[in-house]
């Protein structure tokens, strides 16, 4: 599974970008996306996606599912923070996994390692922030100050997390 990213995905143009996905994907084999209506971002966060609705409309939206020969291919959800999702690679051959990060990627969906390899001051600017944060949480023991300790550590986990997901 690796994690999918889109820095110019907006309200207006998404509906065009999952379309020209499917039917890119759809030359070469049976392709379906199914649009829902859920949580917001910051409520799944926390309490899971719950149960989304189906939506006919394509522009009232919020999740999208697509699948490829019948298997789950991009789980999208989106909200005002920008998109988030998923690529089931695990699910395909090589070869197929291949051929549909290709085509996410002609249609500006890409991988979170594929975004962070595109910006080249992305992974120098999170490692001098993880170095930074583990300064200070070393000197926050070293002055005994425990929550100056738990934010330090928790800013380097944070970015250690960002830098590493997929």
Known sequence: MKHVVSRTWNKNTRS?????????????GHTEAEYFKGRSYLT?????????TSVEEPDNW???????QKKDAVEIFDSPLGPDGLFFDENFTESEANQIESIL????????????SQNKLVKPI????IIIGLFFT????ISAEFIGFLLSL?????FMLYLLRR
């Open 16 to 28: 065009e970008k999952i379309k020209c996905v499917v039917r890119a994907l759809s030359s070469s």
């Open 44 to 52: 799944t966060f926390f309490l899971g996606k719950g149960q989304p």
């Open 62 to 68: 919020n999740q999208v599912k697509i699948s490829y």
């Open 105 to 116: 990627c002609d249609n500006e969906i890409v991988t979170w390692q594929g975004y962070i």
């Open 126 to 129: 999170l490692v001098s922030l």
């Open 138 to 141: 070393v000197f926050s023991v």
């Open 154 to 158: 928790g800013m380097s986990l944070c």
